[in-house]
């Protein structure tokens, strides 16, 4: 069985920065593309991004380019989003999630492990 436990969320004022953890274990983290999706209330959950494999190749969505940075560090099976010049848009909770492919899609229903979620509160 595969566990993913998300750490990291809290309240941050807007304009600071967080950086989100996600431990995997269960099974060979190297095994999984990761991926980051957040969900606000009332909204549905959407892409943040998404890391290969290796940690070659990365994906993220266009409201959170140049702001945050997904990476991943195998030896440890935990894979990371660095957030910067965070906006109060922002606020949601946020879910890593792991897919059993070399592809790496970003869609919601490719991935088959989810964590719980944790809560990024960004205040302006």
């Known amino acids: 069985q595969v566990q993913l436990v998300e750490s990291g969320g809290g309240l941050v004022q807007a304009g600071g920065s967080l950086r989100l953890s996600c431990a995997v274990s269960g099974r060979t983290f190297s095994h999984y593309t990761m991926g980051w999706f957040r969900q606000a209330p009332g909204k549905e959950r959407e892409f943040v991004a998404a890391?290969?494999?290796?940690?070659?190749?990365?994906y993220s969505a266009d409201s959170v380019k140049g702001r945050f940075t997904i990476s991943r560090d195998n030896a440890k099976s935990t894979v990371y989003l660095q957030m910067n010049s965070l906006k109060a848009e922002d606020t949601a909770v946020y879910y890593c999630?792991?897919?059993?492919?070399?592809?790496?899609?970003?869609?919601?229903?490719?991935?088959?492990?989810w964590g719980q979620g944790t809560q990024v509160t960004v205040s302006s």
């Open positions: 999630a792991a897919r059993t492919s070399i592809v790496v899609l970003t869609t919601s229903s490719a991935y088959d492990y």
């Open positions: 890391i290969s494999r290796s940690g070659g190749n990365t």
